[in-house]
């Protein structure tokens, strides 16, 4: 079986050791050594100034709204996974959507600007499969209506732009470490800021507010993470650079195989640093989408419909006109990629892909 991504596990005994160190010291959450070795680490390789580990790449975003008093609409886009809209829903924001570029999946910053009313307070922009979002047109946007930024940077581990991590863009930026990112703590996330007032406020939300044992800041939430979690990070952080490399070269094998379909996948911006983190692949119709989805489904492999459907559509929303969103989101597919996928398995799924399509095109 091929799944559309698949975990990668540093080798046990290495984990292990640091199971025996937590199990020494008995100290299993709240702020331990780990968890504090993990930030200071994670801080330097992505070259950031505020960073917090939290349990989850939801929560992230849910603190991130609540530690700079985001309310009334948010700008955001229609594109992403469903926790970039849930957890606006949630905080008791309102979504709007402004509809995608066709080129690289990120919201537009143009139509921004046309969604943008007296309520309007922040933008939540997603950097989608990693792919950075337009960061200076919508630096600009912000300031001038004096509006917040947050990144939903969940796959943009390790992306640079213009030399300098995407990250350090926005008044926050939040990423996932879910199991199946390239970077992960098992289940984990974190909040990045530049701002000191905004990361002093961070660093008590996430902890319910405490101020010592018996006083409390204010308002927090319990966003922290585990000794357990962090010991995973340690183990997988020395070895990113090796896993973007992999799939660096499997994203070459398929932009190979595939060359002679002309399929559109994500563009990147000039001067960027990627990490390979998606392959997606863009079809002429669902149709065939689906007839490809079909069939390799029925030898066990399985792509995801990363982003489907969109989050314009969703129930709990007022709908958007995002019809480029809308488009794409029913034609496009995330092929199998993680450290370890073969040559051999990428042709296979790249010769079913062209025969599919050889076949369900008129003669």
């Not at 020494?24 to 070795?37: A, F, I, K, M, Q």
């Not at 399929?263 to 990490?275: F, H, M, R």
């Not at 390799?296 to 990363?306: C, D, E, K, T, V």
């Amino acid at each position: 079986m091929i799944n559309v991504t698949k975990a990668f596990l540093p080798p046990l005994a290495e984990y292990v050791k640091h199971l025996e160190g937590i199990w020494e010291r008995c100290h299993l959450t709240n702020h331990g050594p780990l968890v504090n070795e993990l930030e200071v680490k994670l801080q330097k390789y992505l070259g950031v100034k505020h960073f917090f580990f939290v349990n989850n790449g939801t929560i992230a975003l849910q603190i991130a709204i609540k530690a700079l008093n985001v309310t009334g609409e948010v700008i955001t886009t229609p594109f992403s996974y469903v926790a970039t809209t849930s957890s606006i829903v949630w905080e008791n924001a309102t979504p709007v959507f402004a509809d995608i570029d066709p080129i690289t999946f990120t919201i537009d910053p143009s139509r921004i600007e046309a969604a943008i009313t007296p309520a309007t307070t922040a933008i939540l922009a997603t950097h989608v499969f990693g792919i950075p979002c337009n960061v200076e047109a919508i630096e600009k946007i912000a300031q001038k209506h004096k509006l917040k930024v947050i990144y939903d940077a969940a796959h943009a581990f390790g992306v640079k732009y213009k030399g300098k991590s995407i990250l350090n863009y926005g008044n926050v930026s939040t990423l996932s470490f879910h199991a199946t990112k390239l970077f992960h703590t098992v289940e984990g996330g974190a909040i990045i800021t530049d701002d000191d007032d905004l990361a002093h406020r961070i660093g008590y939300m996430r902890n319910f507010g405490h101020k010592g044992q018996e006083e409390f800041w204010g308002l927090g939430v319990n966003g922290k993470n585990s000794e357990f979690h962090a010991a995973m990070g340690l183990c997988m952080l020395p070895r990113v650079n090796e896993i973007i490399e992999a799939r660096r070269q499997a994203h070459k094998i398929y932009s190979t195989c595939l060359d002679v379909l002309k399929l559109q996948t994500g563009k990147q911006l000039p001067d960027v640093e990627w990490n390979f983190s998606y392959y997606p692949i863009v079809f002429d119709s669902e149709r065939t989408l689906m007839a490809v989805r079909d069939a390799l489904n029925a030898l066990y492999i399985y792509p995801r419909r990363y982003f489907f459907p969109s989050l314009s559509t969703l129930n709990y929303v007022a709908p958007g006109n995002t019809p480029i969103a809308n488009d794409i989101s029913c034609r496009i597919l995330c092929l199998p990629l993680y450290f370890d996928l073969s040559e051999e398995d990428i042709t296979r799924i790249c010769d079913i892909i062209k025969n599919i399509i050889k076949y369900s095109k008129p003669a």
